[in-house]
């Protein structure tokens, strides 16, 4: 979908469509009494026979409008004008989409973005509602022999603003198209299946984006894993038929000698447990386990396409986790990068496994943050559910600015505990510490596994279990946290700059 802005008044100029909204109970929005008036009361008198009462999330579409240029007319319903904030906002976006969808209108304008939304600025009203219409139109059908679904014909949403409001306005809209692409892409990768998005598609995705934007690339083949010592990441993937690959990326936006910030993203691209085999419902959901490495890309595409003032290093350990006659089995003891030495006991806790060797692999790039994204444990989603991801960090300020970000973007993490109390679960009698810390808080013995190896730097770790992708009857792949992880970087650049 394409974005633009314009300062126009409601249905001046000929459109597809105009949306405006209506408060409960049948109050007009500011754009919705401009409409009326050029309609001559029209739009009154329609509500008056009691179609749109404003009720939060209903739609009423009006064709050949009187004095009005536009060929339609969507009224969408906001709730309460006293309840009107973030959530009633989004959804009113979405109801418009959705409804506009159904029509054959190629372009819309949306008068939405100018109503108050809180103390949310007109920049925050122009990128969700990019980011709300983008979710809409998304659609993942490349495996399918033929295109099921009529392609909606909406091409074109004109955002309109006050023209006080313009630059702010324009700004906001090149963020949001970049966040939304890097959106897309994310979900791409995650809806793949995993006999397509294997770890060399990952790389070979990587180099694409790599060309595409300029950034450097590197990518670590089996052998130079074995010369690392990257005993850890190894012992995932020897069950597997597919090679492992270490990805790494460099977007150098900043100055030559300014320290980046790394994302680090889990790239399991397909989690059956290994010889700790899951159960067979839901399996193959574990093709998403991927999620933190599309993530990585499409944040590192966004960051390329706003030209960021800042460096960032993107680091993707890839590999399928696999049973097999070379798997690794319970009570197998392996040697990570760090020196430190494992026990694995349970070989469904691979993530944590193949993220320790590539955060200690970031340490080369003395990195200002290092930031992980991962798909790690299914006790974040009994924790948090589908809302909120998990973040855990060895650094106030750092957890301060993600969250703040994640709050910005409407892509939100929650603050859990990383207190060295819970180190004790990790307790081995063979190795140095196990790779499980038992039922109990199962997402933070995750990190606390984790924190091991991010001593040398300022570190977060982002648990995206719960809100990569969605299940049941809309299942895919959400895209998050790249809204967060791009704010986190704008607000970066910004300070930095
Ligand atoms: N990829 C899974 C985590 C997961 C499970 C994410 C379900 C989303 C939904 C991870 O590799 C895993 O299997 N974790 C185990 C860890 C356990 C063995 C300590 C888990 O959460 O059950
Ligand atoms: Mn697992
Ligand atoms: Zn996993």
Redesign the pocket.
């Known amino acids: 979908m394409e974005f633009s802005i314009k300062s126009a008044a409601a249905g001046r100029q000929k459109s597809g469509c105009a949306v405006a909204g209506i408060f409960e109970s049948r109050k007009p929005s500011a754009a919705a009494t401009a409409l009326d008036r050029a309609a001559g009361g029209y739009i009154g008198n329609v509500m008056g026979r009691g179609d749109m009462e404003g009720r939060a999330g209903s739609t009423l579409l009006l064709h050949n409008v009187p004095g009005v240029a536009c060929e339609r007319v969507l009224l969408v319903g906001l709730g309460r004008a006293g309840d009107f904030g973030d959530r009633q906002y989004r959804e009113a976006v979405a109801a418009a989409v959705k409804a506009l969808n159904a029509t054959s209108a190629g372009e819309a304008e949306l008068h939405l973005v100018s109503l108050a939304v809180g103390k949310r600025d007109v920049g925050w009203r122009v990128q969700q509602a990019i980011a709300v219409a983008g979710d809409c139109a998304y659609r993942f059908d490349r495996m399918k022999s033929k295109q099921e679904n009529r392609q909606p014909a909406l091409r074109k949403l004109v955002l309109c603003v006050d023209g006080a409001a313009m630059r702010a306005a324009q700004t906001a809209l090149k963020r949001g198209a970049a966040v939304a692409h890097g959106v897309d892409l994310a979900k791409d990768l995650g809806n793949l299946p995993g006999n397509v998005c294997t770890p060399s598609y990952l790389a070979e995705q990587a180099q694409t984006l790599a060309t595409a934007h300029r950034l450097g690339i590197d990518v670590l083949e089996r052998k130079d894993m074995e010369k690392l010592g990257m005993g850890t990441l190894l012992s995932v993937a020897r069950g597997s038929a597919q090679p492992p690959k270490l990805i790494a990326l460099q977007y150098r936006g900043g100055a030559k000698n300014a320290k980046p910030v790394a994302l680090v993203g ?1 790239g ?1 691209t397909f ?1 059956t ?1 290994g010889i ?1 085999l ?1 159960p067979a419902p ?1 399996m193959d ?2 093709k ?2 991927m999620c933190g490495a599309a993530s990585v890309f499409g944040t590192l595409k966004a960051a390329a396409e706003m030209k960021l003032p800042l460096n960032v290093v993107g680091i993707v350990p890839a590999t399928e ?1 696999m049973p097999g006659g070379k798997a690794t089995k319970p009570g197998d003891i392996v040697t990570s990068m760090s020196g430190q030495t494992v026990e694995i006991l ?1 070989t ?5 496994l193949i993220l320790c060797d590539a955060l200690t692999y970031a340490e080369r790039f003395d990195p200002a943050a290092v930031v992980d994204i ?8 009994i924790a948090l559910g589908h809302v909120a991801s998990g973040l855990f960090a060895n650094d106030a300020a750092l957890a301060k600015e993600l969250l703040a970000a994640g709050d910005a973007a409407h892509d939100r993490a929650w603050h859990m505990p990383l207190w060295d109390d819970y180190q004790d679960q990790l307790k081995s009698n063979f190795a140095d510490f196990a ?5 109990p808080a ?2 933070v ?2 990190a606390c596994f984790l924190a091991r190896f991010t001593k040398k730097f300022k570190w977060a770790h982002l648990d995206i ?2 809100t ?2 969605k299940s049941g009857r809309e299942k895919g792949a959400t895209g998050r946290p790249v809204p967060l992880l791009t704010q986190f970087l704008i607000n970066r650049s910004r300070k930095k700059a």
């Open positions: 889990k399991v989690d447990g700790s899951k839901e959901e574990m998403f386990d986790n349970n469904d806790a691979e993530g944590r991962a798909t790690l444990t299914g006790a974040c989603v790779n499980i810390g038992g039922r199962g997402s013995t995750a279990a719960g990569a992708w």
